[in-house]
């Protein structure tokens, strides 16, 4: 259900052209000028993917899930920073009350906020899907856990042409909409993002800017790119438990198998092999930095994002391009017992999670439940800072670095996913990239790293 003009007022009105954004067959038609480059890498190269998302639409962005934990801080930063934009956009959920209530909350807290449309549809409603999406020009959603819930939504954007974006880190549903949407949506000049999220934004686009620096300077990319979470303060909300304990839950299941024991478990089929090996599970120190490194919990999805964007953009990283993430602990003997520690905690936590008794006990008394989550005051104390670290034969060439002053899985999530969505939708941004289920660098690049940038998620080319 949508409710428009007696509650917000906007959802009858007609959504402008979105500027700057011809259609895909003229880029299709231009780029037939570059022999030698595939059209996906065409369309990139000339960095004016063409949006079709249908221009006639209530809003240019629902946000679905605004109801949950991470939801009402898209919500708040939407309302608080985009008054300005001529943005036109709602709230959508599955309980009417909650809707009316948060959008009554945001209202009162950004007065300058203007019309907020609310949009009422579940995930199990597949009517309310297809008017969800058709609602809209970008649809952005925190309902999780996606591997549940998510599946109907990306089908009913695919076959409404509504490029979408979200935060699942659930590795075996990303490979799951690949395989059953990314040749309709391709078709369709559709993007699917998925991962917009601390996972895997940092990682899919640090590398993107180290390579695009390294190309810029050098004429060719870095061969190797290394990942060392070197800095971070942040909480967990319970819908992050659920989706992991989901994962867990799942681990010998063959579709997570599948993808977490094969690095190229998110390529395209036929593309599915390279040099990198898998994810480091124990401590080892760097020979470059020589600091103790330990396994990083979100190397299973982002590592893999990282390697799909590059078959996406034609192997623009090398097809030998090596990539890896880890956690920096530090240099000296402090440095090898905090990895120690790290490395053993991991393990024993996947081992509780994993076990029935222990995970019900842990979820009782230890972890949040769904629609709980860090509290404010940690949210914006939180932080985080990545180290790119781009190499050629085994010496750093280039260095970048991703970091903001907020918490990195909710303050900084919040700020990725919406600006990714705006990144899609607005008047005046053209990101480039390609249609298909593809990545947060495939698809906005450039144009997604000045948005962050401006909010304060900061992706930065050190020489
Ligand atoms: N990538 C990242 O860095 C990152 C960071 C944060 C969160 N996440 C992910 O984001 C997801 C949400 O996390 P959260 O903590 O915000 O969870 P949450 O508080 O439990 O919120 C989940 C939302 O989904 C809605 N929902 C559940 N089933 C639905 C259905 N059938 N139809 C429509 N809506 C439905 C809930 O609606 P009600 O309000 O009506 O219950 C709620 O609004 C999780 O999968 C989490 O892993 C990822």
Known sequence: MILGASEGGVSGRRVGPLSGTPKLPTAVLRSQARPGLSARARIWHHGSMDTISPTDRAYHVVLHGATGFTGRLVAEHLAA?????????????????????????????????????????????????????????????????????????????????????????????????????????????????????????PSDLGTFALQEAAIARDGRPCDEVKFLLQDIRGGVSGGTIASMVDLLEDARSTDVARVVSDPYGLNPEGERHGPDTPDQAGVLRDPVTRSWTGPFVMAPVNTRVVRRTNALLDHRYGREFRYSEVVDTGTGLRGAVR????????????????????????????????????????????????????????????????????????????????????????????????????????????????????????????D
């Open 81 to 201: 920073h985009h008054q300005d934009e001529g943005l036109r956009w709602a709230i959508a959920g599955r309980d009417e009350a909650r809707l009316v209530e948060l959008r009554d909350r945001i209202r009162s807290r950004f007065p300058e906020s203007g019309p907020i449309g609310l949009v009422v549809a579940d995930n199990h409603d597949p009517g309310s899907m297809a008017r969800l999406a058709a609602s809209a020009a970008v649809v952005a959603t925190t309902v999780g856990p996606y591997v549940r819930h998510g599946e109907p939504l990306v089908a009913a954007c695919v076959a409404h042409r509504t490029d979408y974006v979200d935060l699942t880190g659930e590795p075996q549903f990303v490979r799951r909409t690949i395989d059953c949407h990314h040749d309709d949506a391709t078709a369709a000049g559709v993007r699917i993002v998925h991962c917009c999220g601390f996972d895997s934004i």
């Open 339 to 462: 990895a120690t520690l790290l490395a053993a905690g991991i393990t024993a936590f996947r081992g509780a999670m994993h076990a029935r008794p222990t995970r019900a006990l842990l979820r009782r008394f230890a972890l949040p439940s769904p629609g709980e989550g860090p509290s404010p005051q940690s949210i914006e104390s939180g932080h985080f800072t990545a180290l790119l670290s781009g190499r050629r034969g085994g010496s750093e060439v280039l260095r970048a670095t991703v970091h903001a002053d907020r918490d990195p899985g909710y303050g900084a999530t919040a700020i990725m996913l919406a600006e990714s969505a705006l990144c899609l939708a607005l008047p005046g941004e053209e990101p480039s990239g390609v249609p298909g289920v593809v990545t947060p660098a495939s698809a906005m690049g450039h144009a997604l790293i000045g948005r962050l940038g401006r909010r304060g998620v900061h992706v930065r080319v050190q």
